[in-house]
C-alpha cells in the first residue's frame, strides 16, 4: 500500500488489486461512521481510494500504510435487483468466447452476484466485479459512437449499465429499463460502491 498526498488536505492511496481497494474503501467508510475519521469525501477507483477533506494527510498516510485492512463485511442489505433482456448485439460473440449458448451465458451472467467496485465514466455508471477470471472478456476492437442508455455490458473484469447513450466499446450482452441516473432522486445515483447486485432476467410482454 502506498499513500501520496494530493494538494494540502488529500491523500490518495494506491494497492495492488481491486479486491484491496474495496475493502479499504469499506473500512474508511466505516472509520468515517463511527467518528474515527474525518473526511470530506472518500472516493474508491480500480486500485486507489482518494479521501479529500484530510486535516491531517501526512498522519493518515503514515497510519494507513503500517494498518492491516479487514476484508470487506458481509452486507446486511439485500442486493439491488436490475431486470435484464438477454437481447445484446455482443451476446453471441460473448457466448462463443466462453464456449457456451447464449442462453448458457446469459444464466451464468444472471447467476452472479455483483459488487460495485466504483462508479465513474458517467454519472450513475457503477463497475460491477463478480466474474469468475475465465469469463473476463475484451472491450471490442472497434468502440461502438453510440451505445444506447440502459445496455448491459461487459468489459475485462468488470459488468457495467449504460445510465445514458454515449459512445462506448463494451461487449453488450442485454437491456435493463433501470433508472441508473436521476437528479430528482436521493439519491441520484442508484448503485453506490459496496452495493450488491443481482441481474433478473425478464422476457418481453
Known sequence: MRALPVGDDALLVEVSSGKEAQALHAELVRRRAE????????VPAARTVLLDGLADPARWAAELTT????????????????PVRYDGPD???VAERWGVSEGEAARIHAGT???????GFAPGFGYLTGLPDRF??????????????GAVALAGP??????????GGWQLIGTTDAVLWDHTRVPAALLAPGARV?????EDA
Open 136 to 149: 473476463h472478456v475484451p472491450r471490442r476492437a472497434t468502440p461502438r459512437t453510440s451505445v444506447p442508455a
Open 35 to 42: 467518528g474515527a475519521l474525518t473526511v470530506r469525501e472518500i
Open 67 to 82: 494498518a492491516r485492512i479487514p476484508e470487506v463485511p458481509a452486507h446486511a442489505r439485500e442486493p439491488i435487483e436490475l
Open 198 to 202: 443481482r441481474f433478473v432476467p425478464v
Open 113 to 119: 452476484e455483483f459488487t460495485v467496485a466504483f462508479c
Open 158 to 167: 468488470y459488468t457495467g449499465v449504460y445510465p445514458r447513450s454515449s459512445p
Open 91 to 93: 451476446l453471441a460473440a
